[in-house]
């Protein structure tokens, strides 16, 4: 029970496991502020969110285990895969940082997500379309809670806009793999399981632009690398993050609570 398994290369797979590995990895960051967030309410309000995004990633897994030549359900692909078949964006990955750091994480992340799932509400895969349906009304609530923070932060005290500063200019060299299409994406636009990732960023520029206007942010000068964890190639941290993710699974094989 504790083997790893390795997806296969179905297009339509891969394409669900990029935005499921997104939404669950970003998830594992996220609820890493459970018990250190600042005040009481805001630790509810990022359990809330993680939650939101491990269902969401949880639907998306068990679709995607279902259409694998081999089917695996979601148990398998969240906790058995080994690191290079994990195909998140580097963003989603990197430490939880501060909380000005986290924030910004989490707009860039809702923006990108909530042009996704409304367009995902329209896919050829009815139960896709299904998921979006209820992910997207829980993306305009993480959205919206992102963005009060980053104007409350950048728009705050000297510390508060520079710590936003720092933040944005260190996530902004991983904003480009967000919306580099490549023959996966064309695939799901081929027969309308999801729209290419190329497609979101006007949204997505539209949507940042307006919040780091209101929070009296400059908007950090684009670079043209581009990561590729969504090709299973990571950073050093993904090792680290997965061996807490995966420690209960790989000791007690099969467990369930």
């Given at each position: 029970m504790n083997?790893?398994v390795?997806?296969?290369?179905?297009?339509?797979?891969?394409y669900?496991?990029?935005?499921?590995?997104?939404c669950l990895?970003?998830?594992?960051?996220?609820?890493?502020?459970?018990?250190?967030a600042p005040?009481?309410?805001e630790?509810?309000a990022?359990?809330?969110?993680a939650?939101?995004?491990?269902?969401?990633?949880r639907?998306?897994?068990?679709?995607?285990?279902q259409?694998?030549e081999q089917?695996?359900?979601?148990d398998?692909?969240?906790?058995?895969?080994?690191?290079?078949h994990?195909?998140?964006?580097?963003?989603?990955?990197?430490?939880?940082?501060?909380?000005?750091?986290?924030?910004?994480r989490?707009?860039?992340?809702?923006c990108?997500?909530m042009?996704?799932?409304?367009?995902l509400q329209?896919?050829?895969?009815?139960e896709v379309?299904?998921?979006a349906?209820?992910?997207?009304?829980?993306?305009?609530?993480?959205?919206?809670h992102?963005?009060?923070?980053?104007?409350r932060?950048?728009?705050?005290?000297?510390e508060?806009?520079?710590?936003m500063?720092?933040?944005?200019?260190?996530?902004?060299?991983?904003?480009n793999?967000?919306?580099?299409?490549?023959e996966?994406?064309?695939?799901?636009?081929?027969s309308g399981l999801?729209?290419?990732?190329s497609?979101?960023k006007?949204?997505?520029?539209?949507?940042?632009?307006?919040v780091?206007?209101?929070?009296q942010?400059?908007?950090?000068?684009?670079?043209?690398?581009v990561?590729?964890?969504v090709r299973?190639?990571?950073s050093?941290h993904?090792?680290?993050?997965l061996?807490?993710?995966?420690s209960?699974q790989?000791?007690y094989?099969?467990?369930?609570?």
């Amino acid at each position: 029970m504790n083997a790893s398994v390795q997806p296969g290369q179905r297009a339509d797979v891969q394409y669900l496991l990029r935005i499921g590995d997104a939404c669950l990895v970003l998830s594992h960051r996220i609820s890493e502020w459970i018990g250190h967030a600042p005040i009481l309410e805001e630790e509810l309000a990022l359990g809330n969110i993680a939650l939101d995004l491990l269902g969401q990633s949880r639907a998306l897994l068990t679709r995607a285990g279902q259409l694998n030549e081999q089917p695996l359900d979601e148990d398998q692909l969240a906790y058995l895969r080994e690191e290079r078949h994990y195909l998140n964006p580097v963003m989603m990955e990197l430490p939880r940082g501060d909380f000005a750091f986290t924030q910004a994480r989490n707009l860039i992340a809702a923006c990108w997500l909530m042009p996704m799932w409304t367009r995902l509400q329209a896919s050829s895969d009815a139960e896709v379309a299904a998921i979006a349906a209820k992910a997207v009304k829980e993306v305009r609530y993480h959205q919206q809670h992102a963005a009060e923070w980053v104007v409350r932060l950048g728009d705050g005290t000297e510390e508060s806009a520079q710590r936003m500063k720092a933040a944005l200019a260190q996530l902004w060299p991983y904003v480009n793999e967000l919306f580099a299409s490549d023959e996966i994406d064309a695939a799901a636009e081929t027969s309308g399981l999801g729209p290419a990732w190329s497609s979101l960023k006007p949204d997505w520029d539209a949507a940042m632009d307006e919040v780091l206007a209101e929070a009296q942010l400059a908007r950090p000068k684009d670079t043209p690398h581009v990561y590729t964890g969504v090709r299973g190639v990571h950073s050093e941290h993904m090792g680290h993050m997965l061996a807490t993710m995966q420690s209960l699974q790989r000791s007690y094989p099969g467990g369930v609570w």
